[in-house]
């Protein structure tokens, strides 16, 4: 869709410079969507590695179950390759002004390179490519963290249009979340004023009203309540205090002979 739309900006301005004033912003896009394919590929290819370095039993219930999900992530990596491949093709231009030279050779290598057989074995290879095992650091500028293979720029210009691509995306992207969040406040705040206005009503004193004389009522009967408990608790308390001094006296006073009745010597 990016690209459909950067080849109508390309055939009413007549030119098809990288980062122009038409699509610029298509542009610095189509850059992250790179990015982030190059991300995804290092972590499809490190899943790949532990799959087939593991026995199935550490993460799945079955050696089938494992199977498909090595399928599923051969399959993402496939999908992965094709919008680079995509965007390679179709807007060149940004790849080349923005990825260092070593960066775009790998790249435009990886993706001429396909060795015939099955798409298991195009995938492979592209995922061992230097573009897609290389370039993973990045170089904090301020707050912004711009991938290597943006920041060193080999061409005689020397313009760095990745790293102003990514600065200018960042700025873009902090705009968005700052008005979203202004939104969101607004609503809220409308919210609030709704419900205060509501809140000043006939209908919620009316409510208010009820609900201090229902917790008043609920107040007044636990507080006989627990009265009423602590009394039987008190009550219990002694009759079981006498009962077990009643026992003890029976109990003990068997053992105090001179209290116990006896024959006459001679009768």
């Not at 869709?1 to 950067?6: G, P």
């Not at 990288?18 to 610095?28: G, I, M, S």
């Not at 079955?62 to 995509?86: D, G, H, M």
């Not at 435009?108 to 095992?133: C, D, N």
């Amino acid at each position: 869709w990016m690209l459909e739309l950067v080849r109508e900006s390309v055939s009413l301005a007549g030119y098809s410079t990288a980062f122009n004033e038409l699509t610029a912003p298509l542009d610095r896009l189509l850059l992250a969507i790179v990015l982030q394919c190059h991300r995804g590929l290092a972590r499809c290819s490190a899943v790949l590695s532990e799959l087939e370095a593991s026995h199935y039993s550490l993460y799945f219930p079955s050696e089938e179950v494992q199977k498909k999900n090595y399928k599923r992530t051969l399959r993402a990596a496939l999908e992965l390759r094709e919008i680079v491949l995509a965007a390679f093709r179709g807007r060149n231009e940004v790849l080349r002004a923005s990825l260092t030279t070593e960066a775009f050779s790998a790249l435009q290598t990886s993706l001429e390179t396909t060795p015939s057989g099955s798409k298991e074995a195009v995938i492979r290879s592209f995922l061992e490519s230097q573009w897609a095992t290389n370039f993973q650091d990045v170089d904090m500028r301020g707050n912004v963290a711009v991938p290597v293979q943006l920041t060193a720029n080999d061409s005689p210009e020397r313009t760095e249009a990745g790293t102003k691509a990514i600065e200018a995306l960042a700025t873009e992207s902090n705009a968005i979340i700052a008005d979203f969040n202004r939104t969101l406040d607004i609503e809220f705040g409308a919210y609030c004023e709704y419900q205060r206005q509501w809140a000043e009503t006939d209908a919620v004193r009316d409510l208010e009203f009820e609900g201090d004389g229902v917790v008043q009522r609920l107040s007044g009967k636990y507080r006989v309540d627990i009265g009423w408990s602590a009394k039987q608790f008190v009550a219990r308390a002694e009759a079981a205090a006498g009962r077990f001094s009643l026992i003890e006296r029976n109990v003990m006073d068997l053992w105090k002979t001179e209290k116990h009745w006896k024959l006459a010597e001679h009768t």
